[in-house]
Nanobody, 125 residues
Framework: QVQLVESGGGLAQPGGSLRLSCAAS????????MSWARQAPGKGLEWVSG????????YYEESVKGRFTVSRDNAKNTLLLQMNSLKPEDTALYYC??????????????????WGQGTQVTVSS
């Protein structure tokens, strides 16, 4: 059974940090690209980051460049998102998603065949 489970969300102050994790199971994690996406209340899905299956190619949405860092540990079947210098506009439900192949397909949800349940990130003073 293919499964993704996010954790690490919570409440952070502006300027603070959080580290999201996505534990993958039921598939050969190292063979597939992964992405992080988020959805704020009343807004559409926003693609935050994508990472190639071997970590060689990475994408960041413009508003998170220089603040967020995506990484993966293929030995531990884990996807990570280190979020620094958090802003109130980062408040959203964050999802990890498994791509259908080794390439990320940011902006194309039909190219992702498994999504986690999401972890809430709230940035507020």
């Amino acid at each position: 059974q293919v499964q993704l489970v996010e954790s690490g969300g919570g409440l952070a102050q502006p300027g603070g940090s959080l580290r999201l994790s996505c534990a993958a199971s039921g598939f050969a994690f190292s063979n597939y690209a992964m992405s992080w996406a988020r959805q704020a209340p009343g807004k559409g899905l926003e693609w935050v980051s994508g990472i190639h299956s071997d970590g060689s190619d990475i994408y960041y949405e413009e508003s998170v460049k220089g603040r967020f860092t995506v990484s993966r540990d293929n030995a531990k079947n884990t996807l990570l998102l280190q979020m620094n210098s958090l802003k109130p506009e980062d408040t959203a439900l964050y999802y990890c998603a498994k791509a259908v192949d080794k390439y990320y397909h940011v902006g194309n949800p039909e190219q992702y065949d498994c999504w986690g349940q999401g972890t809430q990130v709230t940035v507020s003073s």
